[in-house]
């Protein structure tokens, strides 16, 4: 069965440092999709992507955050200058349509220190 | 703006046995998705099943369906013979069905524990 995958598993960072997280999202899925959940909070909406523009984001999505596709198969997340509270895990999703069921991945645990 | 609450932050339930978790969303909208989502352990996000609004019939996955209740606002995940791998933390969501409107909401989650 299909899947999306999500590298790093953890990564961990030097307050100030920039950081990429990448995504694989299932193969013939058209839309994209970062989330992030804070330890013990609910899943927050970062971002959506489609046809190689931002669809949808968040007030959290602000300007040091920024996606990009750079190939067919990657979808990755940039954080330009990490802060403390930045620390999450850090989970991507896809869905066939728009309307369809997001998949996510496994997730990326950043650790801000 | 639209908001999930699951007022259930935890449940537990004898393996076998069935289980219900509760959830409320608040919407304007009369066309909408619901969606239950599994966090287990490993912390991945799986989906467990998804209603569409304007189907008044309830959504069913083997031993999972849901109670979507539309006018009051309620959309419940019920849980039959209920298994240890079923342990996990579930999410409750909601998604517009507004054209470019893609994002999740998600409720607090409910906290399941199964006991042998």
């Known amino acids: 069965e299909p899947e999306v995958t999500q590298t790093p598993s953890h990564q961990v960072t030097q307050m100030g440092q920039e950081v990429i997280l990448r995504c694989v999202p299932i193969s013939n899925h058209l839309y994209f999709y970062w989330y992030r959940q804070i330890l013990g909070q609910k899943v927050e909406f970062l971002v959506s992507?489609?046809?190689?523009?931002?669809?949808?984001k968040s007030e959290i999505f602000d300007d040091q955050f920024s996606v990009e596709r750079p190939d067919g198969s990657n979808f990755t997340l940039k954080i330009r200058s990490t802060k403390l509270e930045d620390s999450a895990m850090y989970f991507c999703?896809?869905?066939?349509?728009?309307?369809?069921?997001?998949?996510f991945g496994p997730g990326t645990r950043l650790t801000v220190t | 703006a639209q908001t999930v609450t699951q007022s259930q932050p935890e449940m537990s339930v004898q393996e076998a046995e069935t289980v219900t978790l509760s959830c409320t969303y608040d919407?304007?909208?009369?066309?909408?998705?619901l969606f239950w989502y599994k966090q287990p352990p490993s912390r991945q996000m799986i989906l467990v099943i998804r209603q569409e609004a304007y189907k008044q019939q309830n959504a069913t996955e083997n031993r999972f369906s849901v109670n979507f209740q539309k006018a009051a606002k309620s959309f419940s995940l019920k849980i039959s013979d209920s298994q240890l791998g079923d342990a996990a933390m579930y999410f409750c969501?909601?998604?517009?069905?507004?054209?470019?409107?893609?994002?999740?909401?998600f409720g607090q989650g409910t906290r399941l524990t199964i006991n042998p």
């Open positions: 969501a909601y998604r517009s069905a507004i054209s470019g409107a893609q994002k999740l909401v």
């Open positions: 919407t304007s909208e009369s066309d909408y998705y």
């Open positions: 999703a896809s869905s066939e349509r728009g309307r369809a069921g997001q998949y």
């Open positions: 992507f489609y046809n190689n523009e931002i669809s949808e």
